[in-house]
């Protein structure tokens, strides 16, 4: 298939999973829009769309002259219940596709979910319902549980009956990547956490349930996600289908926290008797966060764009041991693979390369 020919939509191109999409696409001699409602402009390349998703006037006006054959949708919008995240970000995927039909031009829709496909929202799990049998497997049904993500999936569905486009839908478990401003950022948030105990003298103290702790885990790099997402948009035997993507090895946090405490040069601690949540660890920090900032000339003097420890809470507390199988998308052809220990320390040096941690 001839790359020129293919015009990628990424949507939500400044998060982490939408730009190192871009980049790979980019990479790959596509061209390729980035949409977003406070577009950036890091990645040479990518042509940058401001709209914004839930006012389809404003989507009418941006992709006026814009006629993607790809779509791909790596974004949502956070609210206070799932009944409001599901009437939101429906309408988000709803409205972009309502608005691209006319063209005619959209082969295939890629659409980004994540594991609370398998667990349902926080509060479910957290009341140890009923959990799926890890490692969980796209053919496990939907969970009796509102869940955004299902509703997501719904709209790609009737778009793709009424435009006859294909489709694939993507369930990463925690993304590791790079991208500030990022609100769900779990190796920037860590390399943070990192970069304050040195500077104090404190310990790397585990913030999750023993349950993680203890358990069997995997993570899902962000290039990896990206490369996932080309390959099934353009490989006939993906296509209308659901994967897990993850790197392809797992461990256990038990091991891999002291690694990451030892790239830093600092004391981690591991599980103690309850968990003790990193929200509560970095609440009173900005003002070191700004000492250490001004002490090493670093560029993001405010704490909550570079950390999200109420995400990375959420991901560690579970009272439960979570992985994934990636023998469907194997059995297609997709074989790429990457080392989580890899994932972390590139994200680290990539973010001292920056001058985002010291």
Known sequence: MENSKNIALVVGATGITGSNLAEELISQGWTTYGLSRNPNNNIQGLHAVKADLLDEQSLIEALENIAPTHVYFTTWMRNDTEEENIRVNSALVRNLLDVLSSKQ?????????????????????????????????????????????????????????????????HRPHT????????????????????????????????????????????VTDARILAK???WASTTEA??????NIVNGDVFRWK???????????????????????????LEHDQDIWTQIVQKYGLKENNLDRLASPWHTD????????????????????????????????????????????P
């Open 105 to 169: 031009s959209v082969k295939h829709v890629a659409l980004v979910t994540g594991l609370k496909h398998y667990l349902g929202p926080f509060e479910a799990y957290a009341k140890e319902g009923v959990l799926p049998e890890t490692p969980v497997r796209e053919e496990h049904p939907r969970l009796p549980l509102p869940n955004f993500y299902y509703a997501q999936e719904d709209e790609v569905y009737a778009a793709a009956e009424r435009d006859g486009f294909t489709w694939s839908i």
């Open 175 to 218: 993304v590791i990547g790079y991208a500030v401003g990022n609100l769900m950022n779990m190796g920037t948030t860590l390399a943070v956490y990192a970069s304050i105990c040195k500077e104090t003298g404190r310990k790397f103290i585990w913030p999750g349930s023993v349950a993680q702790w203890n358990g069997v885990s995997d």
């Open 228 to 230: 996932q997402l080309v």
């Open 238 to 243: 993906a296509q209308n289908e659901a994967f």
């Open 255 to 281: 091991w891999l926290w002291k690694r990451l405490a030892d790239w830093f040069g600092i004391e981690a601690e591991g599980f103690d008797s309850i968990a003790r949540p990193l929200e509560k660890e």
């Open 314 to 357: 959420l991901d560690l507390g579970r009272p439960l041991e979570v992985m994934v199988d990636m023998s469907k998308s194997r059995k297609l052809g997709f074989k790429e693979y990457q080392n989580t220990e890899d994932s972390f320390t590139e994200l680290f040096e990539k973010l001292k390369a920056e001058k985002l941690i």
